[in-house]
C-alpha cells in the first residue's frame, strides 16, 4: 500500500498554470495577452504567451486545449521517471490483486479452523480484515478515480462536479481510517506477541481490549484530525503550489491523482512512524528471545529456525513498511518497498495458514473427524442396506414355506 511515498500535495509532476500578477510584473514592456482570450482558446493570444514564456526562459509549459490552461510539467517529470511510476503502479496493482485474494483465502482457512489459542487467530483475523479493505479501496482510487480533472467516467458521473467531490472526500477519510487501522493491528499484533513469548501474560477480556484498540483508535485519529481541521478530507479544495519557471515565478493549481488529504501528510504519517517504531523494538526482542531459545543447537539449524521467526513476522509487523520514509532517495528502495508490502497477504498465508504448525495440526484434527463422521455414516448406511436386505430375504423364505406347504 503506497501510503508512504509522495502524494500530489508534496511532489506536483503536473499542475495548472494561474496567471496572476506575476507574469505582469515580470514582462515589463512585453505585452501579455488578456486571461480572456487564453480560456477561449485564441491561438493569437496563446502564441504570444508562449512566445512571452519562451522570452522568459520557460519551457516546461504547455497549452492544452481541452482544459483552456497552460499545464507545467516539472523538470523531473522525465520520461524515464513516468515509465517507472507507470511499472510500479501496474506492478504494485497485479501484487495487491494477489495480496487480497490470499487474505480471503487465510480469513475463510481461519474461520473454519479451531486452534487453542484463538487470540491469536482472532487478531489475525482483524489484521486481515483492515488489509483486505485497506488494498481494495486503494487499488479502486488508483484506478477508477486517476484524476479529478476528467470530464466523465462512463457518461455517467461528472468528475469536476460536487458530486464527485463528496464521493472523493469520503474515500479520502474511509482510506485515512482503513491504512490507520491496518497499522493499528500490527501494532496489536506486536503486544500479543510480546505478551507471550516475553512476559507469557495474560490480561481478561483480552478480545474486546484488542478490538476497541484496533477499531477506536482509528477512528478518534479521523474524527480528531476532521475536526481540528475539516480541510484534510475535502476534495474541493483547490492545492496550489508557487513554481519558477525560468525567471518567471508562477502560482500553479496541482492536479489530484488520487482521493487522498490535503495539507502536511505527517497527519497520517506521524501515528503510523510511532507504531511502526514500536514494532520495530518488538521484532528485535522477539527475535533475540527466539535465537536465545535455539541457540544451544547447531548453526545450521539455529539459521533456518532465525529465517522462519523473521518471514512469519515480516507480515504481522509490518516493519517493512518503514522502507516507505526513504523511497525517494533511490527508485530500488521504491520498488523493494512495493515488492514487500504488496506481497502481505500472500506472506501471510503462506507463514501463517500453509506452514503454521498450530494451524496444520488442527486442520488435520478436523479432517480427520470429518472422516471418521463419514466413516461413521457410511457404516450405518450399510448396515441398513443389510437389514433390509436381511429383512427382505426373511419374508422371501416365508413366502416360499407358505407356497410349499
Given at each position: 500500500m503506497n501510503t508512504t511515498r509522495p502524494t500530489p500535495s508534496e511532489t506536483a509532476s503536473s499542475m495548472a498554470i494561474t496567471w496572476s500578477d506575476n507574469i505582469a510584473n515580470d514582462s515589463r514592456h512585453d505585452e501579455v495577452p488578456n486571461r480572456d482570450k487564453t480560456q477561449k482558446s485564441d491561438r493569437v493570444g496563446i502564441q504570444k504567451i508562449e512566445e512571452f514564456l519562451t522570452s522568459k526562459g520557460c519551457f516546461s509549459a504547455s497549452f492544452d486545449e481541452e482544459s483552456g490552461?497552460?499545464?507545467?510539467?516539472?523538470?523531473?517529470?522525465?520520461?524515464?521517471?513516468?515509465?517507472?511510476?507507470?511499472?510500479?503502479?501496474?506492478?504494485?496493482?497485479?501484487?495487491?490483486?494477489?495480496?487480497?485474494?490470499?487474505?480471503?483465502?487465510?480469513?475463510?482457512?481461519?474461520?473454519?479452523?479451531?486452534?487453542?489459542?484463538?487470540?491469536?487467530?482472532?487478531?489475525?483475523?482483524?489484521?486481515?480484515?483492515?488489509?483486505?479493505f485497506g488494498h481494495t479501496v486503494y487499488i479502486l482510487d488508483i484506478n477508477i478515480f486517476p484524476s479529478r480533472n476528467m470530464h466523465h467516467v462512463f457518461n455517467l458521473i461528472v468528475w469536476t462536479?460536487?458530486?464527485?467531490?463528496?464521493?472523493?472526500?469520503?474515500?479520502?477519510?474511509?482510506?485515512?481510517?482503513?491504512?490507520?487501522?491496518?497499522?493499528?493491528?500490527?501494532?496489536?499484533?506486536?503486544?500479543?506477541?510480546?505478551?507471550?513469548?516475553?512476559?507469557?501474560?495474560?490480561?481478561?477480556?483480552?478480545?474486546?481490549?484488542?478490538?476497541?484498540?484496533?477499531?477506536?483508535?482509528?477512528g478518534v485519529?479521523?474524527?480528531?484530525?476532521?475536526?481540528?481541521?475539516?480541510?484534510?478530507?475535502?476534495?474541493?479544495?483547490?492545492?496550489?503550489?508557487?513554481?519558477?519557471?525560468?525567471?518567471?515565478?508562477?502560482?500553479?493549481?496541482?492536479?489530484?491523482?488520487?482521493?487522498?488529504?490535503?495539507?502536511?501528510?505527517?497527519?497520517?504519517?506521524?501515528?503510523?512512524?510511532?507504531?511502526?517504531?514500536?514494532?520495530l523494538a518488538v521484532f528485535a526482542v522477539v527475535l533475540r528471545v527466539s535465537f536465545g531459545r535455539i541457540g544451544r543447537r547447531n548453526y545450521a539449524q539455529t539459521t533456518r529456525k532465525g529465517l522462519k521467526a523473521i518471514f512469519a513476522l515480516l507480515p504481522l509487523l509490518g516493519v517493512t513498511f518503514l522502507l516507505g520514509f526513504f523511497v525517494d532517495f533511490h527508485v530500488t528502495l521504491e520498488y523493494a518497498f512495493v515488492l514487500l508490502n504488496s506481497i502481505q497477504g500472500v506472506l501471510f498465508f503462506i507463514c501463517h495458514c500453509a506452514f503454521d504448525d498450530q494451524v496444520r495440526d488442527a486442520m488435520s484434527k478436523m479432517l480427520r473427524k470429518k472422516r471418521r463422521v463419514h466413516s461413521l455414516q457410511k457404516f450405518k448406511q450399510e448396515s441398513k442396506m443389510v437389514t433390509e436386505m436381511a429383512h427382505k430375504t426373511k419374508n422371501l423364505y416365508f413366502v416360499a414355506c407358505d407356497k410349499s406347504a
Open positions: 490552461e497552460f499545464i507545467f510539467e516539472s523538470p523531473a517529470t522525465t520520461k524515464e521517471s513516468m515509465r517507472h511510476e507507470k511499472i510500479l503502479n501496474t506492478f504494485e496493482t497485479t501484487l495487491m490483486s494477489f495480496s487480497i485474494t490470499a487474505d480471503v483465502i487465510s480469513f475463510a482457512f481461519l474461520s473454519v479452523v479451531r486452534v487453542l489459542k484463538s487470540e491469536r487467530i482472532f487478531v489475525h483475523k482483524n489484521l486481515l480484515i483492515s488489509l483486505a462536479g460536487s458530486p464527485f467531490q463528496t464521493i472523493c472526500s469520503v474515500i479520502a477519510a474511509v482510506q485515512h481510517y482503513l491504512y490507520t487501522s491496518l497499522y493499528t493491528w500490527m501494532l496489536i499484533e506486536g503486544i500479543n506477541l510480546y505478551l507471550k513469548i516475553v512476559k507469557v501474560f495474560s490480561f481478561g477480556n483480552s478480545y474486546a481490549t484488542y478490538s476497541l484498540t484496533g477499531w477506536g483508535v482509528p485519529i479521523v474524527g480528531f484530525v476532521a475536526v481540528i481541521q475539516p480541510s484534510t478530507y475535502e476534495m474541493s479544495t483547490m492545492l496550489y503550489k508557487e513554481i519558477m519557471c525560468g525567471t518567471l515565478k508562477l502560482t500553479g493549481t496541482v492536479n489530484r491523482e488520487r482521493c487522498w488529504l490535503n495539507g502536511s501528510v505527517w497527519k497520517f504519517k506521524g501515528p503510523v512512524l510511532a507504531m511502526l517504531l514500536a514494532n
